[in-house]
């Protein structure tokens, strides 16, 4: 089976890397740059989402292949083919503490369909495809993660109680109104990020939190034109803060496990659906 790799350094925490690595659009844009196009149905990736990728062979000429994340965290991510001209293709990111910045691994292994013939193309065509498309997510996954780690943040809180994660309803702005995300909000100048929480949770629940730790990856996102990251951490309410409020919201409610992949939640909280479901022992 062959295999081609490429390691790139990055100056940005392993965890904002890790979020730039799971993102459809720092995808779309690495492949745009080496002549192909990639699609994909949401965003921000989870394990069993399908992207695919439109391979440009020779002008006019496009290969279709079709690759299933399995799986998805701060250490990596791994795709795996599910349709396509191949017998099998598996893409394997993985992510390494490096003082401050972290090291980014690309490594595909495939195998063609046409037995010898096919082989000969791996050395001719294939190779210097693969080649491309990685040296091109060195540069665009580098130089996203970077100038995200300079850009504002905002957080938000897992807030788990008896097994279950509470989850705030939208009320606005219309194109939101009824879904689900976890409370939270932005980090003013000066806050730190667990003191922007605990102001957040009095301000929208009504409720005194503790904050735990980070969960998941860092997620990049946009909100009026802006390019923000949105970072989730474990809390739990103090003791006699009472129940949480909608003060801010259309409704509240806690989630089971199996409840949480269930709710319409907002995009980038959809994200966050695995790493929730773990959190409760699921």
């Known amino acids: 089976m ?27 844009e690495s492949l745009a740059l080496a002549g192909h196009r990639f699609s994909a ?28 994340i399995r799986s998805v965290g701060p250490e990596g991510m791994v795709s795996e083919l599910v349709g396509g001209f191949a017998r099998s293709l598996v893409h394997t990111t993985t992510l390494h503490d490096q003082g401050t910045g972290t090291t980014l691994h690309d490594e595909i292994a495939w195998t063609s369909p046409l037995g010898p013939l096919g082989r000969i193309g791996d050395g001719i065509l294939v190779r210097r495809l693969i080649r491309d498309m990685l ?58 990020e667990p003191a922007a929480l605990v102001r957040e949770c009095r301000e929208e629940l009504g409720v005194a939190i503790g904050v735990g730790d980070r969960l998941g990856t860092d997620l990049p996102i946009t909100a009026k034109g802006r390019d923000l990251v949105l970072r989730i951490h474990t809390a739990t309410l103090n003791a006699g803060s009472g129940e949480p409020e909608a003060l801010e919201h259309r409704a509240v409610r806690w989630l089971g496990a199996r409840e949480v992949p269930t709710v319409a939640w907002v995009d980038a909280d959809r994200a966050m659906v695995p790493d929730l479901r773990g959190l409760l022992g699921d």
């Open 135 to 192: 040296a091109a997510r060195a540069v665009v996954y580098r130089r996203r993660a970077e100038a995200l780690a300079a850009a504002p943040v905002v957080v938000g809180a897992a807030i788990v109680r008896s097994g279950s994660v509470l989850a705030a309803q939208r009320d606005r702005p219309a194109e939101l109104a009824g879904r689900w995300e976890l409370p939270g909000g932005s980090v003013e100048a000066g806050e730190t």
């Open 2 to 28: 062959p295999v081609l790799s490429l390691s790139t350094s990055v100056d940005a925490p392993r965890r904002l890397v890790a979020g730039v690595v799971r993102d459809g659009d720092a995808a779309a």
């Open 41 to 68: 149905a949401v965003r921000l990736l989870i394990p069993g989402d399908v992207v695919v990728l439109e391979a440009r062979i020779v002008p006019g000429v496009r290969l279709r292949y079709r690759s299933r």
